[in-house]
């Protein structure tokens, strides 16, 4: 049995979805069903996150504990490679399972760790994680009020007003329920991605930002040099940081570019 909880669907070369910190594998339901027309979706949840229980003995869980558990998930599914798309910490994890040799393509939403090692923690997560723990009980009546939602929302999302009801809902409870949200969050700061030069310029990489995303804005969290020299860079216009929920059409496209960029899985 996989140490992380997930989800399967659709046919086709394996693509595995990862999530950002205080997620879950929730978060993809704007794109599976459009992705699965041509792969076989996995959505799993990461460690301490979601129905996923965090790694036994950790106080911190870096990306490259996080993508070793990918890893682990895949070696489950008799999986040796995958075409994998994270958001965020996912997309942090993903540039790690590929230069763990895991990938057979990668995009990379928003990836954390593109950056000079931060030491304290961001004011708009820990915002959005305390907001979602205090007001748990009233998540359903929150978001069915615009102004709270935008408020909840806005960090994450350019267009909070098409995010439908159930997905808001969703986020929010991930955020307030992540069981590992500090191992995760402090196995961040102090780190950076450090590996581009172990991906293989065989594996396609495409990283992507939005053009308003507060949470990792321009320049500071979007150091080009830190990543693979072959990475495609790209800049999704009236998107925040989450391109699956902004630009749901989109982030499906620059998956099926890259997958076809790449050698089978």
Sequence with gaps: MSELAYDVTGSGEPLVLVHGLASSRRCWDLVVDDLAQDFTVFTVDLPGHGQSAPIPGQAETPATEMALAVGRFLDDQGIDRAHMCGNSLGGWTVLEAAADGR??????????????PITEPLSAIQFNRRAAV??????????RIPPLRRTLMRTGVERTATV???????????QADAS???QAHDGALHRRFERAEAISPDVPVTIAFGDNDRLLPFPRFQKRDLAPAHARWEVLWNCGHAPMWDVPRVTAELVRSAAAGGPAA
């Design 164 to 174: 439908p009801y159930r997905v808001a809902v969703d986020a929010a409870y991930a």
């Design 103 to 116: 990938a057979a393509s990668v995009v990379a939403l928003c990836p954390a760790g593109l950056w000079e």
């Design 180 to 182: 590992g949200f500090e």
């Design 134 to 143: 205090t007001t748990r009980r009233a998540i359903p009546t929150i978001m």
